[in-house]
């Protein structure tokens, strides 16, 4: 027999959770609102055209800024497994996010900060620290690579509440796949 207080929960908890699942959803999208809109800010500052491994203007571009956080897994094959690539202090191909927008410290040194003086300055920090995962504790990922030109979007990215990629990482049109959320960079 149930008691008053398990059919109030039985009755509640469908509602219960989607309120959750829509807060998660929302805290993300201010996340990557924010991640996106701080890009695009930096690099006005900087007056460059993409994040580089040296903080230079002519330094080899960075192709991916992540955050804290989990790698978000591709199980079904839909997505694109360029969203899943490490960071890579080596080639500092793949950088933290954080070390561009709120340390200055690409690939995680200090001999390749950005200008901090001059005519066109790094005038971080842009984030605040740490950047931290999504609600489900995976990381944010923005293709940056494609800042220098051509027709692909860029995106801040999320692999979204299964965390699964089930997005593409270059094309024009780019539209997030399943549950993924994206917020587009536009330079």
Known sequence: ML???TALVAVLMPTMTATIAHAETTV??????DIQTQVLEMLNDVSFTSFTITG???GTHVEILVSDGDIPRDVSGTGSVEW???VDNATGLVDFIERHLVTNNPRGNAANDYPTT????????YLSAPVNPDPWGNR???NVEFLTGGNQDVVVF?????EQIDSA??????????DDLMALVEP
């Open 158 to 162: 999320s692999a979204g509440p299964d």
């Open 3 to 5: 008691t008053a207080t």
């Open 169 to 178: 990482y270059s094309q024009n049109g780019l539209t997030p796949g399943d």
């Open 56 to 58: 230079t203007s002519g």
């Open 140 to 142: 944010y990922a923005v």
């Open 118 to 125: 001059g005519g066109s300055p790094w005038r971080g920090a």
């Open 84 to 86: 899943q690539r490490p």
């Open 28 to 33: 993300a999208s201010t996340a990557m609102t």
